[in-house]
């Protein structure tokens, strides 16, 4: 039985085979990555709901004390200089924070995944609809994510559609028809979902700050909270990527 020569029963160059062989690569690649990165997404977005709930449990046990702030405390050498509701307060607070960092950790990272599993979407219906160029396999030349540490930092506490997102692999080392795709997306309705869970996170506090401190804070926290969101409307004036 003969070998039949590829380049002899496809009529291409050498040269054309193997870029063919490229792009027949790259499409599994990109399908494999879609694949896995749905199921990352899923992942992420379960722990954040996670530390949500855990969350929840803590301010419905301030709520459904009868004591509250609890009556050891004045009992603790702290208080010689720090009242009882201020004291009871920051350690919630300190609770708070630190499950509020987390979620928005994961929530960061399922963000990052949304957006690239609809660009994987993205780039591969662009090559159902046009040939492959030879420079869309190339190494990424541009220039990565722009941001500052700063916003990062922000966006672990409040939503920062312009800081840069998490990423183990670097625009560079991805091909250029890829990150093109994942360029234009410019963002998916994952940031409103997140909005959502981020802004209850915000309410539970604001329900703690309200059963600490009396009823007489409430018009404050009111205004604090309008001021937050005129914030965040601002701050997504510019798309998640």
């Not at 603790?76 to 607070?93: K, S, V």
């Not at 509020?100 to 950790?105: A, F, N």
């Not at 929530?107 to 599993?117: E, N, P, Y």
């Amino acid at each position: 039985m003969s070998s039949v020569n590829p380049t002899e029963a496809t009529g291409l160059c050498p040269e054309q085979v193997l870029f063919y062989k490229r792009v027949e690569r790259a499409e599994k690649f990109v399908r494999h990555l879609w694949s896995s990165i749905d199921s990352y997404h899923n992942h992420k977005e379960n722990l954040a709901h996670a530390a949500l709930v855990v969350m929840e449990g803590l301010v419905v046990g301030v709520l459904t004390r009868k004591q509250w702030p609890p009556t050891w405390i004045p009992d603790l050498e702290l208080t010689e200089w720090l009242c009882p509701q201020w004291a009871a307060f920051i350690g919630f607070g300190i609770l708070w924070l630190l499950l509020h960092i987390y979620m928005r950790w994961q929530l960061r990272k399922r963000r990052w995944a949304a957006i690239m599993s609809a660009g994987a979407s993205r780039a591969l219906s662009i090559w159902a609809m046009i040939h492959p160029a030879p420079g869309d396999l190339e190494p990424y030349p541009g220039p990565g994510q722009e941001g500052g540490q700063v916003w990062t930092i922000l966006d672990h506490i409040v939503i920062v559609p312009k800081a840069p997102l998490p990423s183990d692999v670097e625009e560079k080392d991805y091909p250029t028809w890829f990150v093109a795709a994942v360029l234009k997306q410019k963002g998916t309705g994952a940031i409103e979902a997140e909005g959502i869970v981020t802004l209850g996170s915000y309410f539970l506090l604001l329900l703690v700050i309200a059963r600490t401190f009396g009823e007489v804070v409430v018009p404050l926290l009111i205004w604090l909270a309008y001021m937050a969101f005129l914030l965040l409307k601002m701050l997504r004036r510019r798309p998640a990527l």
